[in-house]
């Protein structure tokens, strides 16, 4: 069976040649992403298109699909913001998904973010480099006894609230399905905008839909406490750039840790250090002596990776087949 695998990098060539051993598809790896400008091009008697979060699977793509008999749509990834999915449904195409691959792989990289953005370890790691060991600037402050804000308690939030005690942290959440194992564990759930007002650290965990899409703008940030950290790993169209552009330049929020972007497709998983970039907003954030961008890495770990390669090609084989995959939340449409 053949595949059409976009937004090919040569660590995904690698672990999914190294599950395809058990399958033997024929995967041809593009390094574009999927979207209108390539889409014709797919070969004829490709059944499954592979991709990944910055692929476009607009209705007009999906209709080329199609019209080729492409079968599925596997996404590599849990998000899914990036497909019409009624499109989908209405033309007949199978998609699957990746929902759980290792929610502690993003999770770990928020602590990271918020570890790194407090302690300032990144700045260090170049100052005693060039044998300064002054200690000015790399003031901290403790995690242990500070309130972290949880927004989105699925898998990776659940994840995150658990290293989080661990620190010591009181943790607060919000979601509109309560998980009883955590509230079993001590941490509290409270209306969004009450945990706004209370926490010092925020940390969105929740899926970008249009209800919640700009969670974190204008007004929201008004309600924050003065200083807060936020730390993004779950989707860029969460926080409206400019407002948080806004709220950096007063205070109001303290230190932004960000691994995904509004703006992120013309940016991110790319070497640009040759080029211009025209993006005056990503420049701004990253102008910021208190902002931390990480390029959409938070899952990128082994781990996660042989899961994802697993899992995406057990999906597709159970598809072929006319099986149901054990987990009903890889099927979307
Ligand atoms: P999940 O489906 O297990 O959990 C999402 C939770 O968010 C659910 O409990 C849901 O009820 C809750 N939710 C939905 N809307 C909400 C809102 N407005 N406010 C508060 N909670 C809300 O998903 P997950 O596996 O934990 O993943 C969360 C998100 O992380 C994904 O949607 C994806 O965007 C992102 N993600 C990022 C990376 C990365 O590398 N940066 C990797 C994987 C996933």
Not at 113 to 122: A, E, F, G, P
Not at 150 to 159: F, H, P, Q, Y
Not at 204 to 219: A, F, G, Q, S
Request: charged share 20%; net charge neutral; hydrophobic share 40%.
């Amino acid at each position: 069976m053949k595949i059409a695998f976009f937004s090919a990098k040569p660590y995904d060539k690698d672990f999914f040649n190294r599950q395809n051993k058990t399958f033997n598809y024929d995967i041809q790896y593009w390094e574009t992403h999927l979207g209108p400008h390539i889409v014709n091009a797919i070969d004829e008697g490709t059944e499954v298109v592979c991709v990944f979060v910055n692929d476009k699977l607009t209705a007009e793509v999906i209709t080329v699909l199609a019209i080729k008999k492409v079968k599925v749509i596997a996404l590599r990834c849990a998000g899914f913001n990036n497909v019409d999915l009624d499109a989908a449904r209405k033309q007949g195409i199978k998609i699957c998904r990746v929902p759980a691959y290792s929610p502690e792989a993003v999770a770990e990289h928020a602590v990271a973010m918020l570890l790194t953005l407090n302690r300032k370890t990144h700045k260090a790691y170049n100052r005693v480099r060039e044998q300064n060991f002054s200690l000015n600037g790399l003031l901290g402050y403790n995690l242990h006894g500070k309130t972290v804000g949880v927004i989105g308690t699925g898998k990776i939030g659940k994840a995150f609230c658990r290293i989080m005690t661990g620190f010591g942290c009181k943790v607060l959440a919000y979601d509109p399905y309560e998980d009883r194992e955590l509230q079993a564990s001590g941490i509290h759930y409270l209306p969004f905008q009450e945990l706004l007002g209370c926490s010092d650290i925020i940390s969105l965990h929740c899926p970008l839909t249009v209800e919640n899409h700009y969670l974190i703008n204008e007004n929201t940030l008004k309600k924050i406490k003065k200083g807060v950290t936020i730390i993004n790993t779950s989707r860029g169209g969460l926080i409206h750039t400019d407002d948080v552009i806004s709220a950096l330049k007063t205070g109001q929020v303290g230190y932004l840790g960000i691994d995904v972007y509004e703006q992120e497709e013309k940016l991110f998983f790319k070497d640009l250090s040759g080029s211009i970039i025209d993006d005056d907003k990503i420049q701004r954030l990253m102008s910021f002596p208190n902002v931390l961008v990480t390029g959409h890495q938070a899952f990128f770990t082994e781990d996660a990776m042989e899961q994802i390669a697993s899992i995406t090609l057990n999906s597709i084989h159970a598809l072929e087949n006319g099986i149901s995959p054990s987990d009903p939340a890889v099927i979307l449409v």
